[in-house]
């Protein structure tokens, strides 16, 4: 079955210190995946992609995410957190199920103390 | 049975003309949205409302608008389509507040075509 996964249903980090949030995926043929962010009371924006090239992909805010086929994995990555990083983070594959569909994960909530 | 309603499906229609995309929710949820989305890439929203009254415009710089007039109701307006309207644009609703997990629950979309 095609699938993304977040393992962390939160992640907590210090102001200025590099964050990681994990996402794997399972999908046949080659993934586009996506990063979303959802701050309070607004709606999912777009972070970044991967479609092909190379594996790390930057995007929005100064985020950036790494394409590790082997691994089947994007990892949304910043090198230095902002407390207004806190919020809500999706990652997202696109499936191919005869016409094309986004399959979300879970969401990992991230939160940046000061 | 609980479910969120997009129509019509497919549209073409030509340029000038002023259409409303029409989206309705059964399941009494609060926030809304619309999203824009290129077939099988991201999706970027375009407005959003917590609840009757209440709308906001989204990342995407949009021509159209939006009411919200009722609960179950979120219909989506172009006053003046243009070719670069082509797009499929999905409407989508969530619990309020949206705790942890994937709250959302999207409409089938409507794929649009101005010529």
């Known amino acids: 079955a095609q699938s993304v996964a977040q393992p962390e249903d939160q992640v907590n980090v210090a102001e200025g210190n590099p964050l990681t949030v994990k996402c794997t995926y399972s999908v046949s043929g080659n993934p586009y995946l996506f990063w979303y962010v959802q701050y309070p009371n607004r709606g999912l924006q777009f972070l970044l992609k991967?479609?092909?090239?190379?594996?790390l992909v930057k995007g929005s805010y100064g985020f950036e995410a790494e394409f590790n086929k082997s691994q089947t994995s994007f990892h949304l990555k910043k090198p230095s957190a902002l407390v207004s990083d806190s919020a809500l983070y999706f990652c997202a594959v696109r499936v191919n199920t005869g016409g094309f569909k986004t399959i979300f994960g879970a969401g990992t909530r991230l939160f940046v103390k000061a | 049975e609980a479910d969120i309603y997009q129509t019509p499906r497919y549209l073409v229609i030509g340029t000038g003309k002023k259409i409303t995309l029409e989206c309705s929710q059964t399941?009494?949820?609060?926030?809304m949205y619309w999203y824009q989305q290129d077939p099988g890439m991201e999706l970027h929203l375009i407005h959003y409302?917590?609840?009757?009254?209440?709308?906001e415009k989204g990342d995407l710089s949009s021509e159209s608008t939006v009411s919200r007039i009722r609960t179950e109701h979120f219909p989506l307006t172009l006053e003046s389509a243009r070719p670069s309207h082509t797009s499929q644009y999905l409407c989508?609703?969530?619990?309020?507040?949206?705790?942890?997990?994937?709250?959302?629950?999207f409409g089938s979309g409507t794929r649009l075509t101005v010529v």
């Open positions: 409302s917590y609840g009757v009254n209440s709308t």
């Open positions: 989508a609703s969530s619990e309020y507040p949206t705790d942890r997990g994937y709250g959302y629950t």
């Open positions: 991967y479609i092909t090239g190379d594996n």
């Open positions: 399941m009494g949820h609060d926030k």
